[in-house]
């Protein structure tokens, strides 16, 4: 499945939480969670572009299914 170009860093951080993940701090406009060893780090813009989002998805070991079920 192609990854989405429109997602913006506030709905990634909803989907995470929702998969369980833990917020844990903020450093500048970044929001690190964190669940069992997985640290995923997710920037907060106004859209995430593809490469970021493939790296956010590859920390927190999840498909784009399950970031879009989530969503």
Same mark, same amino acid.
Not at 31 to 53: A, F, G, N, Q
């Given at each position: 499945?192609?990854?989405?170009?429109?997602?913006?860093?506030?709905?990634?951080?909803?989907?995470?939480?929702?998969?369980?993940? &833990?917020?844990?701090?903020?450093?500048?406009?970044?929001?690190?969670?964190?669940?069992?060893?997985?640290?995923?780090?997710?920037?907060?813009?106004?859209?995430?572009?593809?490469?970021?989002?493939?790296?956010?998805?590859?920390?927190?070991?999840?498909?784009? &299914?399950?970031?879009?079920?989530?969503?």
């Amino acid at each position: 499945m192609k990854l989405p170009r429109d997602l913006s860093g506030d709905e990634v951080c909803r989907a995470l939480k929702r998969l369980g993940f &833990e917020f844990v701090r903020q450093t500048g406009s970044h929001r690190h969670y964190v669940k069992d060893s997985l640290h995923p780090c997710v920037p907060m813009h106004c859209e995430i572009k593809p490469k970021t989002l493939q790296s956010i998805l590859k920390q927190a070991e999840i498909t784009v &299914e399950e970031l879009l079920d989530k969503l």
